[in-house]
């Protein structure tokens, strides 16, 4: 009977000793044990990157102890605890230990936020059999959730009737060391005797759903469900909404800078929302589409200064340690100058998405979204032919610019095959649905691919010139001494040669994309029946 759950909903409210103990199995009798009252902080990262690594993560405070604790998503089995007086910020902030290691890859960079609180008094009473033998420990457990302290990042949840409420009473049956045979032989009778029902979702699960929440019910990830007979204007206004909402999510977390994530999100929707309203011609009113371009390139324009300094501070220690240790201390005033910069772009940013400009943009973008189907072109057309042809043409568009790019080619042309590449990635994402799911995610993969290495060759390119600059500056407001502009230097040597690298496997990298079989396999999910 291993496979018994956990956790048991008990089917009445009272929790005293004396009420269980006259409904268990005659003889059986109950002692009472330690009692134990723990205020507990959920933690995850804006995504659920924590949940999705498969646990919890929790802040725990019970009288003058305060620890924070790692558990399994069934909230069974061992788990990580650590010492910690307050919840923490980031995952990297956290000292060695293995807690810290099972969480900094899926919580790096992003900040911890405090998603729902929970006070838990739990008791613990031994169970014994008619003849005073020790059967196991019944831990009970009354809960009351809580909303934490408003987090302006988090997304809006559904209206609830209140911010704070009680969860059913749980009993869990722990086996005594070297009992074994209780989670086998007592659990049947205990749940017959006690008319338990298994509790199917955890603890936490279940308070986040009376807040109006669920674990994944944000992801940065583009997903959507469109049927290929569905209207071009209508998968095409689907595709929009969706964007829109992770746009929003974003907003407030990248105006207070939680972390970095919050503004990288923000425009990465912008600019596939930008992608969107220029590769999937011919569905809404040409006027329309250009005003909402130009608006939203506004904002990828806003909000690009901000997030290069994201970018520049978040690489700075590779920077350094790229460099001979005793080069090292003198970019300290490099790094002094940048944090002094972020924080003036950052209120720059703020003031953007809290102006009119951008209020009333997304005011008109929402009303465009919900307006009355428009007259255009293609609005009426099935999306599966648009879609196959609006792909198949960056396909070709992809190839026919990454085969003119040879050792001499200026790095511009580099940054616009990038560019289609994006586009080609977006469109993919954008009507995956559409595809075989393994066949499409397989181009989506193999895009990526050809698309970090691009990356990595322009951000390379724009930081060594950025640098450049940002040596003058320095050296004209009289912020840099010379072995500061030294250290510079040998930093814009070292990138410049990393750049150098990246360009000469451009080559293969590019080969591997336009392999005969990737180029056969492009033709037969995307190429119109007529090409």
């Given at each position: 009977?291993?496979?018994?759950?956990?956790?048991?909903?008990?089917?009445?409210?009272?929790?005293?000793?004396?009420?269980?103990?006259?409904?268990?199995?005659?003889?059986?009798?109950?002692?009472?044990g330690a009692a134990l009252r723990v205020s507990l902080t959920l933690l995850d990262t804006f995504d659920w990157a924590l949940h999705g690594a498969g646990g919890w993560l929790l802040w725990c405070l019970s009288g003058e102890r305060a620890w924070l604790s790692w558990r399994r998503l069934d909230d069974r089995g061992a788990v990580l605890d650590l010492p910690l007086d307050a919840p923490?910020?980031?995952?990297?902030?956290?000292?060695?230990?293995?807690?810290?290691?099972?969480?900094?890859?899926?919580?790096?960079?992003?900040?911890?936020?405090?998603?729902?609180?929970?006070?838990?008094?739990?008791?613990?009473?031994?169970?014994?059999?008619?003849?005073?033998?020790?059967?196991?420990?019944?831990?009970?457990?009354?809960?009351?959730?809580?909303?934490?302290?408003?987090?302006?990042?988090?997304?809006?949840?559904?209206?609830?009737?209140?911010?704070?409420?009680?969860?059913?009473?749980?009993?869990?049956?722990?086996?005594?060391?070297?009992?074994?045979?209780?989670?086998?032989?007592?659990?049947?009778?205990?749940?017959?005797?006690?008319?338990?029902?298994?509790?199917?979702?955890?603890?936490?699960?279940?308070?986040?759903?009376?807040?109006?929440?669920?674990?994944?019910?944000?992801?940065?990830?583009?997903?959507?469900?469109?049927?290929?007979?569905?209207?071009?204007?209508?998968?095409?206004?689907?595709?929009?909404?969706?964007?829109?909402?992770?746009?929003?999510?974003?907003?407030?977390?990248?105006?207070?800078?939680?972390?970095?994530?919050?503004?990288?999100?923000?425009?990465?929707?912008?600019?596939?929302?930008?992608?969107?309203?220029?590769?999937?011609?011919?569905?809404?009113?040409?006027?329309?589409?250009?005003?909402?371009?130009?608006?939203?390139?506004?904002?990828?324009?806003?909000?690009?200064?901000?997030?290069?300094?994201?970018?520049?501070?978040?690489?700075?220690?590779?920077?350094?340690?790229?460099?001979?240790?005793?080069?090292?201390?003198?970019?300290?005033?490099?790094?002094?100058?940048?944090?002094?910069?972020?924080?003036?772009?950052?209120?720059?940013?703020?003031?953007?998405?809290?102006?009119?400009?951008?209020?009333?943009?997304?005011?008109?973008?929402?009303?465009?979204?919900?307006?009355?189907?428009?007259?255009?072109?293609?609005?009426?057309?099935?999306?599966?032919?648009?879609?196959?042809?609006?792909?198949?043409?960056?396909?070709?568009?992809?190839?026919?610019?990454?085969?003119?790019?040879?050792?001499?080619?200026?790095?511009?042309?580099?940054?616009?095959?990038?560019?289609?590449?994006?586009?080609?990635?977006?469109?993919?994402?954008?009507?995956?649905?559409?595809?075989?799911?393994?066949?499409?995610?397989?181009?989506?993969?193999?895009?990526?691919?050809?698309?970090?290495?691009?990356?990595?060759?322009?951000?390379?390119?724009?930081?060594?010139?950025?640098?450049?600059?940002?040596?003058?500056?320095?050296?004209?407001?009289?912020?840099?001494?010379?072995?500061?502009?030294?250290?510079?230097?040998?930093?814009?040597?070292?990138?410049?040669?990393?750049?150098?690298?990246?360009?000469?496997?451009?080559?293969?990298?590019?080969?591997?994309?336009?392999?005969?079989?990737?180029?056969?396999?492009?033709?037969?999910?995307?190429?119109?029946?007529?090409?």
């Open positions: 009977m291993s496979h018994l759950p956990t956790d048991y909903h008990l089917p009445f409210e009272t929790l005293s000793g004396a009420d269980l103990a006259a409904r268990l199995p005659e003889g059986w009798t109950l002692i009472p923490p910020a980031f995952a990297q902030s956290l000292p060695s230990g293995p807690l810290r290691e099972r969480i900094l890859t899926p919580g790096a960079g992003r900040r911890l936020l405090p998603l729902l609180g929970l006070e838990r008094f739990q008791r613990t009473l031994l169970l014994r059999d008619a003849q005073g033998e020790p059967l196991g420990e019944l831990e009970l457990s009354e809960f009351r959730w809580n909303e934490p302290e408003s987090v302006a990042a988090l997304p809006p949840a559904p209206a609830v009737a209140s911010r704070g409420g009680v969860l059913a009473p749980r009993l869990r049956l722990t086996a005594l060391r070297g009992q074994r045979i209780a989670l086998h032989e007592v659990a049947p009778a205990l749940v017959a005797a006690l008319c338990l029902e298994p509790a199917r979702v955890s603890v936490y699960e279940e308070a986040l759903a009376q807040l109006g929440r669920r674990p994944g019910d944000y992801s940065s990830k583009f997903a959507l469900d469109l049927a290929p007979e569905m209207p071009a204007e209508a998968a095409t206004r689907a595709i929009l909404r969706t964007l829109c909402r992770t746009l929003e999510a974003n907003v407030a977390g990248a105006s207070a800078h939680l972390d970095p994530e919050f503004l990288h999100d923000l425009r990465v929707a912008t600019r596939r929302t930008r992608s969107a309203l220029s590769q999937i011609k011919g569905v809404f009113p040409e006027p329309l589409v250009e005003d909402f371009r130009e608006r939203f390139a506004w904002l990828q324009q806003a909000t690009g200064p901000a997030r290069d300094l994201d970018v520049y501070l978040g690489e700075f220690g590779a920077y350094r340690d790229s460099l001979p240790e005793s080069l090292r201390p003198r970019l300290d005033p490099v790094q002094a100058y940048l944090e002094r910069l972020q924080a003036e772009e950052q209120q720059r940013l703020a003031m953007h998405l809290a102006g009119e400009r951008f209020t009333t943009l997304l005011a008109d973008w929402r009303a465009f979204l919900a307006a009355p189907a428009q007259h255009a072109p293609q609005a009426r057309e099935p999306i599966k032919p648009l879609a196959n042809a609006r792909i198949w043409r960056l396909v070709r568009r992809v190839r026919r610019e990454g085969r003119a790019i040879g050792p001499d080619t200026p790095q511009e042309a580099l940054h616009e095959l990038r560019k289609s590449c994006k586009k080609l990635r977006y469109l993919m994402e954008f009507f995956a649905s559409l595809y075989p799911e393994r066949a499409v995610r397989r181009q989506i993969k193999l895009i990526k691919v050809l698309l970090d290495h691009l990356g990595a060759l322009q951000d390379l390119s724009v930081q060594t010139a950025w640098l450049r600059a940002l040596a003058r500056r320095m050296s004209e407001e009289g912020e840099a001494e010379a072995e500061t502009l030294l250290a510079m230097g040998a930093l814009i040597a070292r990138l410049l040669e990393r750049q150098q690298q990246l360009r000469k496997g451009f080559g293969p990298v590019f080969d591997g994309w336009l392999d005969a079989g990737t180029q056969r396999r492009l033709r037969d999910l995307f190429a119109p029946e007529t090409s």
